[in-house]
């Protein structure tokens, strides 16, 4: 076990279960460390953002807790209420559905249907895709990303490498910021062989009752089957059902707004 890391959870807790500000020797004698032990790990809570100080040297968290764990349940919650969502498009829709979630550069498959055509995509619960390269990926990404000139600042700081996985990747931050400000007009994200070759998709944001984003919810289409006349159909069933999603979630679009998640 890291005691380090042990330390610095334990007064974080200690935090927590005081309800008001604490001094440096408060923590220090609750926690039988040293005083400039307990300084120290104060102000590594205060620089991750954990802790704050306030003019009378004490501290006290703040509620980057509560926002990391507001996203947890909201992991949870989307899960449970997506997946009778997600059977039903399987079903109308005969490919294979995604539900995701970002974490950094990368996208994790919560759940997923797969498709009963002989010839499908394929996934696994618990797996990773590169964010920029597939379509719940980049609609996570267009509803997070600022708009103007931050937004290639944004994602340089979030994607700090654009691995082309295939020749059809994204390889500059200019052509992927156009992309995704697309997407966000459009309402969905495309991905044509962008990850795989041979393996396009679609992807649409889910919002909960604040308005955050929390999930999006995509679609594998192998590219034999990806044709120009049916795509409109399949984006617009998966738009209807991310939307779904969001409304079983409390969302109401143009009353609580869309914005990402933790930046409230």
Known sequence: MDKTLAKGMAVMEYLVAQGTPC??????????????????????????????????????????????????????????????????????????????????AEVIYLDKFDSPQPVAAYSKVGGRAAAQCVATGKALLAWQCPAGEAGETWLRRELPVL??????????????????????????????????LGVCGLGAPIFDSQGRLVAALGMSVPSIRFISRRVPTLAAALCRAAAATSAALGHEPGVTGEVAAGTR
């Open 163 to 196: 691995t082309a996985y295939t020749p059809k990747s994204h390889q500059d931050y200019e052509s992927l910021v156009t992309d995704l400000r697309e997407t966000r007009t459009r309402g969905y994200a495309f991905n044509h062989e962008e990850w795989r």
């Open 23 to 104: 001094g440096v020797s408060d923590v220090a004698r609750a926690m039988g460390l040293a005083r400039s032990n307990a300084h120290r790990t104060l102000q590594t809570l205060v620089a991750l953002g954990y802790a704050r100080q306030f003019p009378d040297a004490s501290y006290g968290p703040t509620l980057k807790l509560f926002g990391l764990g507001a996203q947890v349940v909201g992991g949870l919650d989307v899960k449970r209420i997506a997946q009778p969502v997600l059977a039903a498009l399987a079903q109308e829709s005969q490919e294979t559905i995604h539900l995701v979630v970002r974490e950094g």
